[in-house]
């Protein structure tokens, strides 16, 4: 076994590159899990049956989600560590909210002003405002864009994190952190109290905290707790996603969601094995421009697919194979996204980055991995 310091050296605490493809690759299966499965209000026909060769794989897509939680709690540990509380609600803040208040208002001209009539959530202007802080769902308001339920279990990890952030970020702080709050997750699912469950996310917790762990092996190198706390995460969330799955397919039919639960367990444990290859260096890429702008252009991606999935694919029907729609829905999704992404959300960031590295004078020289939400 490598001591710890040697494994930092040989894996670095920088950008790993290979996170950012896996982002990528995250969103673009939620994207198509949308487009060739969920989205029949937007084609106007069961996706299912015009993509009959694409559903069962595209299907597995719902888990994507599942991905960006475990590179959550990788990355968000990596990078509250050695920060105090101003930074990181700082630097959460900066990567949150400028792109989420762009598809929010794109979410707003599409249907106030387009008048596009699929996925509408039929909110008033009031309503639109309380999107805008992220925590609609606190006030039982009904999100703008049906992705942003991810923000809202992202939020609470966040809030989380936050208790230990004041505490303080040390190695053996976050093993009884992770453990206290795995500990909790079990105890709330048979509780099965409401506000329990809001605040201790039993579903999405195993994700979470699996990714924290990932990131102890990866900075400190392989030791038996952390260990035992991804394999109970990969064990817990085993039941998680195949319960989210079976409730999908409870209400669209398995005909319209075609996916079993073999496929649902092997997606489950590539997810985990492929992190688990990240943190101990075994997937290891190098950084490139290309890496970094998929990275980048992963979170608008993530936000403003469903916009343009209605706004192009009802109009696009009229006149092209449904194969072709879909090829040209995705392409513009990721073009925007990237647009999005160089032109707006990243220069808002560098305006307000030197602020963020004003409250952490700490902050290290080598360039910190974006967080990891969707």
Do not use: C
Request: glycine share 8%; hydrophobic share 55%; net charge positive.
């Amino acid at each position: 076994m490598h001591s710890p310091s040697r494994s930092r050296r040989a894996r670095g605490d920088g950008r790993l590159a290979e996170l950012d493809l896996l982002r990528f690759i995250a969103a673009l299966s939620v994207v198509a899990f949308h487009l060739f499965v969920a989205f029949a209000s937007v084609w106007g026909a069961r996706p299912a049956a015009l993509f009959p060769a694409l559903a069962p794989v595209a299907g597995l897509g719902i888990l994507g989600v599942e991905l960006f939680f475990v590179i959550s709690g990788f990355v968000i540990l990596m990078t509250v560590w050695g920060k105090g509380l101003g930074a990181f609600a700082w630097s959460r803040f900066v990567r949150l909210y400028p792109a989420y208040w762009l598809s929010l208002g794109a979410v707003a001209l599409l249907y106030g002003v387009m008048g596009a009539k699929a996925l509408d959530p039929k909110l008033t202007g009031g309503e639109y405002a309380v999107n805008a802080t992220m925590f609609q769902r606190l006030f039982k308001v009904i999100d703008a864009n049906g992705v942003y339920w991810s923000l809202w279990a992202e939020l609470r990890f966040y809030l989380l994190m936050a208790i230990l952030v004041i505490v303080g970020v040390t190695y053996g702080r976050v093993l009884v952190f992770a453990g206290i709050w795995l500990a909790a997750a079990i105890g709330a699912e048979f509780l099965g109290d409401p506000v329990v469950n809001e605040i201790v996310m039993p579903r999405y917790a195993p994700y979470f905290i699996a990714g924290m762990s990932l990131y102890l092996i990866h900075k400190h190198g392989s030791r038996w707790l952390p260990w035992l706390y991804v394999v109970a995460g990969w064990a817990i969330s085993l039941h998680s996603a195949l319960e989210r799955v079976h409730g999908r397919i409870k209400v669209a039919g398995y005909v319209n969601m075609p996916v079993n639960d073999v496929s649902v367990i092997v997606t489950i444990t590539l997810i985990f094995a492929a992190m688990s290859l990240v943190a101990l260096g075994v997937l290891r890429m190098r950084p490139s421009k290309l890496l970094t702008a998929l990275g980048g252009t992963t979170y608008p991606l993530y936000l403003f697919h469903s916009v343009v999935a209605v706004a192009l694919i009802p109009v696009l029907t009229k006149t092209l194979p449904a194969w072709a729609v879909a090829l040209v829905t995705i392409v513009s999704a990721i073009v925007l996204s990237y647009l999005v992404y160089a032109l707006a959300e990243r220069p808002i960031q560098r305006i307000l980055r030197p602020r963020r590295r004003q409250q952490s004078p700490a902050t290290p020289a080598v360039q910190v991995q974006k967080a990891s939400v969707p």
